[in-house]
């Protein structure tokens, strides 16, 4: 059944000789990747689901995965959902030498770029559980592919500009779409465009160079991170992100400087409530109270939204980055507060 | 053999309805931790090797670990290094619940802090590259433990203040050392303090939220980020970092303002032998071309290196965070450079 046999592997952290030279390549391909479809993978606990078609990763959540109140980070979360798209096009075998490019893509001088990407929480694994992270793929008009919400297009490598789906690129992966979705979108609303009038504005953010994905781009989780910095850090402390979405318009560089627009959906309403909150955190919050207090279920309803823009700060005009949306939940403390 | 039960796994990305509640608990706990050593743990694909005492872990270099020439940075690989040892401690059914401490630490408050860290890369692995993390500990003086050639001692978690390890703390990990040395420490060279007469300054470096680890501490990945970020980008874009040391002296919180101090030690040196190395790139790099240049020779002898110190910025004076010191190797470009 598995077609694919194990690479060596190399073990590090006993290393006892200097090294013999103090020269080392610029830049390394991978190896062994497979050429034909595989069913398990050992060595990445991924094996292939949903007749033929679908992928699954166990992973254990790290220490160095997870943040101060010990679950996963967001952007922990992104990372794997991005690894485990990867690894789909590994197990599929058409993996070229690219970052998930398939043999035909490259062919074409093609990369894939992510122009849409909607990512719902319900709850934050913490340090050391053990997840399943599913993902498959399913078309997206005509060319484009669908991996869970977000939403790939085809660009030239070199132009740098969006490109349909060539023939033999369809052929190669249209075997492998599902029709099936991870998040009932019926949130289709458009993300409106902020511009210098929003309440909280982050300039001059430069990316390092640990920023830069094997693209040499900014990787999205940056983008991820740049958005949520700039709420300020007492939301943060008390609230805890459900859901996210990404429109993405144009790729950043290296030497970009960042803008990054944030604007919340109904701040005032949320710090009117603030006290209210506080006297419900001395009971335990059966459904009984909930539906007791009319405005703290108002909240459920409507859950606290912002309103995200990154852009390019330039002249003559800023260029758009990404627009982006999230959704929040309020977080209880375990040490119940004394009314008073 | 096994005497760990595995965890119920949790499955996300596929999340298809709204979350029930807008309110979630602050803070999660560690569930399924063993009580008694455990040989192999099929989750994290670790076993205990070296008759019982050390520990390996197989992991698989992810998309998000490498930089853009495709290795696993400096610290994916710090990362690794980290969770193997919090892995060692699971394993050995002593995990209270806590960032790798014993029961025993628990019981008197103590918490672990690394004083000296020491790692050397002889190669960085690559994406997709299956690696073998091995680690173990070893005493290191009466109250400290080693782990590869990292220092760890014991710190109360209240006052701050570096303990003895207690009697009972000493019974449950002594059963585990080796005496093994993962470098061989001739270089107990002790690094200099620098000053502001430091050739290469970054100010007012500000952690954030995501630098900051389950202790609430900015974590260790981000010291050496500072570090290596102070150093000028041409000299990164040429070289990879082939060893470093760190010797901490005391914690750095959310709120501190720190400055980075770097000073090259051989700079001049190496920008005096640029032009030579730029005609080497166009030969096979032989060991008999390297026998005859002896300048370059000379390079391989004593490899680049760098001080670093970073420090929080205080009245009345400034107070040391960590001490470093870097060697680098220099790369060489795949796409041969004509000599003209």
Known sequence: MNQWTGPATKTFATSSSLAETSYVPTEQTQKNIPTKKILVDPYRQGLIIEGGVGYRQTVVIRSHEVGPDKTATLESLLNLLQEAALNH???????????????????????????????????????????????????????????????????????????????????????????????????????????????????????KRSDLDMNHHVNNVKYV???????????????????????????????????????????????????????????????KILDGHALFDASVKFPLRYTHLLQIEGEPKNEEIVRGQTTWKRKISKKPTIAH
Not at 239 to 257: A, P, W
Not at 259 to 285: A, T, Y
Request: with cysteine.
């Open 89 to 207: 096009v590994w197990m599929s075998g058409l993996l070229g030498d690219g970052f998930g490019a398939t043999h035909g893509m490259i062919r074409n001088n093609l990369i894939w770029v992510v122009t849409k990407m909607q990512v719902q929480v319900d709850s934050y694994p913490i340090w050391g559980e053990i997840v399943e992270v599913d993902t498959w793929v399913g078309a997206s008009g005509k060319n484009g592919m669908r991996h869970w919400d977000s939403t790939w297009v085809m660009m030239n490598r070199q132009t740098r500009r969006l490109s349909k789906m060539p023939e033999e690129v369809r052929d190669e992966i249209t075997p492998w779409f599902i029709d099936k979705q991870a998040i009932s979108s019926d949130v289709c609303t458009k993300i409106v465009k902020l511009d210098d009038k929003a309440k909280y504005i982050n300039s001059d953010l430069k990316p």
């Open 225 to 287: 991170r740049w958005m949520l910095e700039t709420i300020p850090d007492s939301f943060l402390d008390s609230h805890q992100l459900s859901s996210i979405t990404l429109e993405y318009r144009r790729e950043c560089g290296s030497t970009d400087l960042v803008q990054s627009f944030c604007e919340p959906d109904n701040e005032e309403h949320e710090l009117h409530k603030h006290n209210d909150i506080n006297i419900l955190n001395g009971f335990s919050l059966t459904s």
